[in-house]
């Protein structure tokens, strides 16, 4: 590699570690006072995680903190637990502990068969809650314990508002929302409202709550209690954290993989978390897990490698030394307001705006997640959706079994496919998806698409008689996108169910009505006539 890749490659990873410190740093602070560890806690957590995890992991540059769904388990374990904070670190170690044991099992395989309407369903429910959790501070009241009592006692909130406080909240909101694209990709919009709307409450003089204490100390060792039976009654509020702590590293891991067209190990992952995640709890920090729009944001700026993940923590302790007068007066009513924009955005709307279209099963369990997210227990919720997705499946199935006639594979059509390879040099290839295309199968199918060499034309023939479920439908539109990516024109057989639900979901427009076929010679003659080299 010559020095003029080298210096590219190191400019691009400062602009992924200036760009993703940049969003870290309002969320930080955000999610360290929503959860009661403080916004220092919030600061230093992101620091020694991202660090940690990012020296130890994978060498693809994968930004790590606290989340929404960690923060709001965090959050609802501090409520429980009367705020107390010894109790909550010796959860975050044994935690730790867990996710760095997962990462020696098979265990982190198991995140691709989970279905996308509980994932959907889950993100959204934590969406919502950290909507409804900051409704309280933006009319500068103190954050309640549940979104169920948050809404029991919004009344008696409105009649008691600050008006300075929803005044700052308001600013913060509109800055947040409105701000341009343009303008968000030089600055986030975070960040923006985060200066603009503190600046402004200063020259105001608003009487408001602010985070007012904000330590530039490096954390000290913590001790957690020893007591086995406190440590035995613990181990619910552990196993939930870790869950959530792995659950989305692993996301984040399949999507940085996915943009960086690289094939991470997730038990590297996890291993590397579980050792930053233990480092966090023992100096009283925020633990976390691998933060998806942290990641995305440095991999769109340029960032290659881990020495992101080093120049993240360095610009987060700059501007904690430098800043820590400013980030005190920080309104807490602003913080909320962030986190109001945080939530909108973990907000699935790619399935969101598909709703009405998707088939019944999917938005019953989306449904079920959901709600159950939202009001009762997160780890149950995505427990209870895996489950009926399952059961659901199997009714499919079992329905499915009851029809005796199923069409034989044609052997011609077989050799003709091996033959039309063999003399176009493997330019044109017909690959068939068999058997049940589902949640269970479509991540796997993916990964069968990764590199096709030397083909032009590929001839994706889906002869199933099930209509797809939105996991598949979205699987399929990632296949598409990852061989147009190396440009392959895609050509699709199907029947004509399946042709017009991927119609109604907008998948074919990215392939062209053009390139659309009831059968397979139909579609292998287009080809033939479409290839612009003699054959020999």
């Known amino acids: 590699m010559g020095i003029k890749e080298r210096f590219n490659l190191l400019v691009g990873d400062l602009f992924g570690g200036i760009n993703s410190a940049i969003i870290t740093l309002p969320q930080a602070l955000a999610f360290g006072v929503a959860t009661g560890f403080g916004a220092s806690a919030g600061l230093w957590g992101a620091i020694i995680l991202c660090f940690t995890a990012g020296l130890l992991g994978p060498k693809i540059p994968i930004v790590s903190g606290t989340t929404g769904p960690v923060a709001i388990v965090i959050a609802s374990m501090m409520a429980a637990l009367g705020y107390d904070v010894q109790a909550a670190i010796t959860i975050l170690l ?14 982190p395989s198991i995140v691709k068969y989970v279905p996308y309407p509980v994932i959907s369903g889950f993100m959204n429910g934590v969406g919502v809650i950290i909507i409804i959790l900051q409704l309280n501070p933006l009319m500068g009241h103190k954050a309640l314990s549940s979104t169920l009592n948050t809404l029991l006692n919004i009344n008696n909130s409105i009649l008691h508002i600050n008006p300075d406080a929803l005044l700052i909240g308001a600013i913060t909101l509109l800055i947040v929302f409105a701000c341009p694209k343009k303008v968000n990709k030089i600055i986030p919009c975070q960040i923006l409202g985060l200066i603009i709307s503190t600046f402004i409450s200063i020259k105001m003089g608003l009487n408001i709550d602010r985070i007012s204490n904000v330590s530039v100390a490096f954390p000290a060792i913590v001790q957690p209690y020893t007591d086995i039976n406190k440590i035995i009654s613990y181990i619910p509020y552990a196993l939930t954290l870790t869950v959530v702590f792995s659950a989305e590293s692993l996301l984040t891991g399949l999507v940085s993989d ?41 991999l769109n700026s340029g960032s290659t490698t881990r020495l992101t993940t080093v120049i993240n923590p360095l610009i987060l302790l700059t ?77 499919r199935v079992a329905d ?73 439908v979205f699987a399929l539109e990632d296949i598409i996108v990852r061989l147009k990516s190396q440009h392959i024109h895609v050509i699709l057989v199907s029947n004509k169910n399946v042709i017009n639900q991927l119609d109604s979901l907008s998948i074919l427009s990215q392939i062209g009505q053009d390139n659309v076929f009831y059968d397979e010679n139909s579609a292998i003659d287009f080809v033939k006539s479409r290839l612009k080299f003699p054959l020999i």
Do not use: W
Request: net charge neutral.
């Open 400 to 472: 499915k079994a009851k029809t005796i006639h199923k069409k034989v594979y044609d052997a011609d059509i077989m050799q003709m496919e091996r033959i039309l390879e063999r003399d176009y040099k493997h330019k044109i290839r017909v690959v068939h998806i068999e058997g049940q295309f589902f949640f269970g199968s479509a991540t796997q199918l993916i990964s069968h698409f990764d590199d096709v060499l030397g083909t032009e034309y590929l001839i994706l023939n889906y002869d199933g008689d099930d209509l797809l479920d939105i996991s598949a």
């Open 319 to 395: 501007l904690l030394f430098c800043c820590s007068d400013f980030v005190a007066q920080i309104p807490l009513a602003v913080l909320a307001a962030i986190l109001m924009k945080i939530g909108y955005d973990i907000l699935d709307m790619k399935f969101i705006k598909v709703l009405r279209y998707a088939p019944k099963d999917d938005l019953l369990i989306l449904c079920v997640v959901f709600l159950l997210t939202v009001f009762y227990n997160l780890i149950f919720a995505v427990g209870a959706g895996i489950t009926l997705a399952a059961l659901l499946y199997a009714k």
């Open 258 to 298: 996915s943009i960086m067209k690289s094939k991470s190990n997730p038990k590297h992952i996890l291993g590397a978390l579980g050792i930053g995640n233990f480092i966090c709890a023992l100096t009283g920090s925020l633990g976390g897990s691998a933060a998806t729009m942290r990641t995305v944001a440095a």
């Open 94 to 107: 044994m935690a730790a502990i867990f996710q760095f044991a997962a990462a020696l099992t098979n265990l």
